[in-house]
């Protein structure tokens, strides 16, 4: 993979808004407003049998209440599970967890990302709630070798 210097990001963005004013006048299915944003987040997956503990850097594109679209060098899996935190001059001012819901390669080397806000599997747990039960009805895609466990809460502290 090539790496890209952000500014070569932050083009790329503001081409892709070029795409998003011709295609915003023609309504689409979305239930909210989505509200452009410059900044920059890492991804950390929430599956723990990920090989790369390595943050995946992304510039974001967009937010809404339901989710946040974003660019990646990296093409992500759909169904995929992820913490996003969000990041000022190096320190993490936020995180939220998501589900991929969209992946597409728009340049060599960099994929728009479209994701969805979910409940954190922690919490998930710390309700009662299975969260593989929960991927498994949520997701659209589970590949069968990987492992789908999640860390106990007691774990987590």
Sequence with gaps: ???????????????????????????????????IVRGEAELHPMNRS??????????????????????????????????????KRGFVVGQQAIIVKYSHQVSTGVYLIGSQFIIDTGLLTLLGVNPAA?????SEIIEANEDVSFLPPADVA
């Design 1 to 35: 993979m090539s790496e890209r210097s952000p500014e070569e990001l932050l083009e790329e963005l503001n081409r892709l808004e070029h795409v998003r004013i011709a295609h915003d006048e023609n309504p689409c299915n979305r239930h909210f407003d989505r509200h």
């Design 50 to 87: 990920k090989l790369d503990p390595t943050p995946i850097e992304v510039q974001l594109r967009d937010v809404g209440r339901g989710g946040l679209g974003f660019i990646s060098q990296d093409s992500l899996p759909l169904g995929s599970t992820w913490r996003i935190c969000f990041t």
């Design 134 to 138: 929960i991927d498994k009805e949520d």
